[in-house]
């Protein structure tokens, strides 16, 4: 998932990337999980990659 955002990032020249965490189904606890994965693993990997 990182190197697919870093790639969008660069190809698209952005600064910034928003994601969207709500999913029709998912239950409460797996959107809560998601969300910390994604600020714990990887966001930071994104930053380190991107150079921020």
Same mark, same amino acid.
Request: charged share 20%; hydrophobic share 45%; glycine share 8%.
């Given at each position: ?10 190809? &698209? ?9 709500? !999913?029709?189904? !998912?239950?409460?606890?797996? &959107? !809560? ?15 380190? !990659?991107?150079?921020?």
């Amino acid at each position: 998932m990182a190197r697919k955002i870093t790639a969008a990032l660069k190809d &698209l020249s952005a600064t910034r990337f928003d994601l969207r965490y709500g !999913m029709n189904g !998912m239950p409460h606890s797996a &959107l !809560m999980t998601n969300i910390e994965l994604f600020g714990t693993k990887v966001a930071p990997l994104v930053c380190e !990659m991107v150079g921020s």
